[in-house]
């Protein structure tokens, strides 16, 4: 049985900008998965980049709530190339019935859809998805994108999207937890371009211990919000943590 905690905090430097939270996150169950995890990030050139996070995670659990997985390998990674020009679509279409470009809603795209045969990665963009193997291993599940510049990645509305998305289909039963965040806690959940086993474990081990949801709920995202996080990371920071340990 899964277990799940998720939290999303605004960052020091949105605080300061008197900006609000542009990230965006969605947890749910469908027809043939038992664990759909999203995690979209608004690009902060963006002017509605809080509204564009906010519906490509919506639509996606949309789209997403009646799909049935096919037992064929091939066939699920045909399937995620194939949900993400809908979903480019969609908010084009959003973005032309408010009178906008699809830019102005610019956000990246991280997803986890964990089925009976396979498990489906989906990255568009920077964060990361990372899972924990039975031999306690870390490693990442799709592969971010990063430009030559600082901060500089591929978002959905993107025209090189669909070219630069990163897709994984894996054997469910390889993983036993997975991770997905934003690149606002990249700098403190990875190490020399790894996994920190140091951040991740206890993090792990929060999730299956005994409590009150609610108040682990609330604890997460105190611990993205402190005084020590913060001193090392300015972005929006969202975290997404299943397992079934």
């Not at 430097?13 to 043939?32: I, M």
């Not at 963006?46 to 709530?65: H, I, M, N, V, Y």
């Not at 190339?81 to 102005?104: C, H, I, M, P, W």
Request: charged share 20%.
């Amino acid at each position: 049985m899964w277990r799940t905690l998720a939290a999303s905090v605004r960052g020091s430097y949105h605080t300061k900008q008197a900006k609000g939270n542009e990230d965006a996150l969605g947890l749910a169950s469908t027809l043939s998965a038992d664990l759909l995890l999203i995690v979209s990030d608004g690009a902060g050139s963006a002017p509605f980049a809080s509204e564009g996070s906010q519906f490509l995670t919506r639509k996606a659990l949309d789209l997403l709530a009646h799909y049935e997985m096919p037992s064929a390998r091939f066939a699920l990674e045909c399937d995620a190339y194939a949900l993400l020009f809908k979903l480019k679509q969609a908010l084009t279409q959003f973005a032309e019935e408010q009178n906008r470009v699809s830019g102005d809603f610019a956000a990246t795209f991280l997803a986890v859809m964990v089925g009976e045969l396979y498990t489906l990665a989906i990255q568009v963009g920077d964060g990361a998805i990372i899972a924990l193997d039975h031999a306690n291993e870390l490693t990442f599940l799709t592969q971010a994108f990063h430009g030559d510049y600082t901060s500089e990645t591929v978002f959905l509305s993107s025209d090189s999207a669909l070219v630069q998305a990163s897709v994984g289909v894996y054997p469910s039963d390889r993983y036993k937890a997975f991770a997905l965040l934003s690149d606002g806690l990249e700098p403190v959940a990875l190490q020399g371009g790894k996994p920190f086993k140091d951040f991740f474990m206890p993090l792990f081990a929060f999730v299956q211990s005994e409590g009150s949801v609610s108040q682990k709920l609330s604890n997460l995202a105190t611990f993205l919000d402190g005084e020590q996080m913060n001193a090392r990371t300015h972005d929006d920071k969202t975290l997404i943590l299943a397992c079934n340990l």
